[in-house]
């Protein structure tokens, strides 16, 4: 009974609403709307005795013919002009539902203006273990990679074969580059052989003589 009395009293503020809440009105307050900056924040649950990760988010630009429904947890919030209008505790990795009413301030009173979506990324705990340390770049190492179904032991096992793999890279990279480096080398004696065995034959007859002239010299 008190709920079909909430309807009837919410449908009639709707109709009292209804001659100056105009198609030009709504659009007035949906391009404020469009305005609206959200920022969030990340927090430990173990501040909220728990574990894990949350997000605060911040909606500036609101005015205060606006207010945002929560619809999914039921929560209101009303513009503050001291600061932000703050919603807490959203989890991570959720897309969320909010939805911007008239206030009591505007023509529109408590009528749907426009409906948002808002994307908060996943946070990956893992990223934050001594594995992850110099691999930030790794898929299991990112901060925003969802790891929420994989269990610690999958996540070691992946890490360590990754790190494996670049060793051996590493070692592949080192071997490629001595091999260059002899290629490089034979390469030049093939293209320049005649400049530098010219020389060496040169010289090496220029010794020749020169021992056997002085073997002469010592025989006489």
Known sequence: MKKLLFLLFFFFIINVNADTCTVEEKNRLKEIISKVRMEY???DLEEYDGYGKIYDAYFY????????????????????????????SIETGRIQKLEFYGSDKSKCKNQLIDTKLYSF?????????????????????????????????????????????????????QEENKVNIFNKLFDFL?????????????????????IKLKERKEIL
Do not use: Q, R, W
């Open 121 to 173: 990324p996943y946070y990956n705990d893992y990223s934050e273990n001594y594995l992850c340390e110099g691999i930030e770049d790794f898929d299991l190492c990112k901060k925003e990679k969802d790891t929420s179904s994989l269990s610690f032991y999958e996540f070691e096992k992946a890490v360590l074969e990754y790190k494996e793999s670049l060793k051996e890279e590493k070692e592949d990279e």
């Open 190 to 210: 093939i293209k320049y052989y005649v400049f530098i065995l010219y020389p060496i034959i040169v010289i090496s007859i220029i010794g020749v003589v020169l």
């Open 41 to 43: 924040e990340i927090f």
């Open 61 to 88: 630009n609101m005015t205060e013919e606006l207010y945002i429904s929560n619809s999914d947890d039921y929560i209101l919030e009303y513009y503050n002009e001291e600061g932000p209008i703050k919603i807490e």
